[in-house]
């Protein structure tokens, strides 16, 4: 049974850094697609960063140079570093995996204030 648990977010004021944390079960994190995404409210799921099984990463324009995926093979985790973070940055992040089908984790919280 794969399962996909998130956490780091929390409340950081604008400028701020917080790194999230995915740790998976039931997969292994090298050998399939990783990606988190995120939800403000009222607005449409956005793919923040993602990270295929050769390692090639993808970040959205809208968090390039500030955000950061990355995974570690020991612990099964994948990570998303956030630094300079923007009061628009607020939303509910949550960790995908695609591995023979789509598998989604609860979600952390991220709010920014100004």
């Known amino acids: 049974q794969v399962q996909l648990v998130e956490s780091g977010g929390g409340l950081v004021q604008a400028g701020g850094s917080l790194r999230l944390s995915c740790a998976a079960s039931?997969?292994?994190?090298?050998?399939?697609?990783m990606a988190w995404y995120r939800q403000a409210p009222e607005k449409a799921r956005e793919r923040v960063a993602s990270?295929?099984?050769?390692?090639?990463?993808f970040t959205s324009d809208s968090v390039k140079d500030r955000f950061t995926i990355s995974r570690d093979r020991a612990k099964n985790t994948v990570y998303l570093q956030m630094n300079n973070l923007k009061p628009e940055d607020t939303a509910k992040y949550s960790c995908?995996?695609?591995?023979?089908?789509?598998?989604w984790g609860r979600g952390t919280q991220v709010t920014v204030s100004s």
């Open positions: 995908f995996a695609q591995s023979g089908g789509n598998y």
């Open positions: 039931g997969i292994i994190v090298s050998r399939v697609y």
């Open positions: 990270i295929n099984i050769s390692g090639t990463t």
